[in-house]
C-alpha cells in the first residue's frame, strides 16, 4: 500500500523560507517519479514540481520557478521542497504524490495517482 507522509507546513511571513517533507513507504520509492502538488484555498489541485527517480531531472510549474527546489533522497526514501521567498499567492495545502512521468510540460497525471494527507502552509503577516 502506497503510503506519503507530509511534513514541515507553517504559517510564514511573506518572503520567508519554508522546507516539506516527505515520508514514503509501501512501494519501491527509487524507481517512481515524485511530485507536489497544492490546493489553494477554493481552488483545484495545481502542479507545482516534480523529480525523476534518479533525482538528476526535476521540473517546476512557472509560478515557483527560481524560489522552489524539489530534492529527493531515495536511500532514506524521502521527498523534500525547499520554499523560499514565499508569497501569498503560496497559500494552500501541499500534497507529495506519485506521477507516470515528468517533462518539461510539467508531470502526469498533474494532480498524481496517490497523494498523501497534506501539509497547511500559509504565507501572511
Known amino acids: 500500500e502506497v503510503r506519503l507522509v507530509e511534513s514541515g507546513g507553517a504559517l510564514v511571513q511573506p518572503g520567508g523560507s519554508l522546507r516539506l517533507s516527505c515520508a514514503a513507504s509501501g512501494f519501491a520509492f527509487n524507481v517512481v517519479v515524485m511530485s507536489w502538488v497544492r490546493q489553494a484555498p477554493g481552488k483545484g489541485l495545481e502542479w507545482v514540481s516534480g523529480?525523476?527517480?534518479?533525482?538528476?531531472?526535476?521540473y517546476y510549474a512557472d509560478s515557483v520557478k527560481g524560489r522552489f527546489t524539489i530534492s529527493r533522497d531515495n536511500a532514506e526514501n524521502t521527498l523534500s521542497l525547499q520554499m523560499n521567498n514565499l508569497k501569498t499567492e503560496d497559500t494552500a495545502v501541499y500534497y507529495c504524490?506519485?506521477?507516470?512521468?515528468?517533462?518539461?510540460?510539467?508531470?502526469?497525471?498533474?494532480?498524481?495517482?496517490?497523494r498523501g494527507q497534506g501539509t497547511q502552509v500559509t504565507v501572511s503577516s
Open positions: 523529480i525523476s527517480p534518479s533525482g538528476r531531472n526535476m
Open positions: 504524490a506519485t506521477a507516470s512521468y515528468c517533462s518539461g510540460a510539467g508531470c502526469y497525471p498533474p494532480i498524481g495517482n496517490s
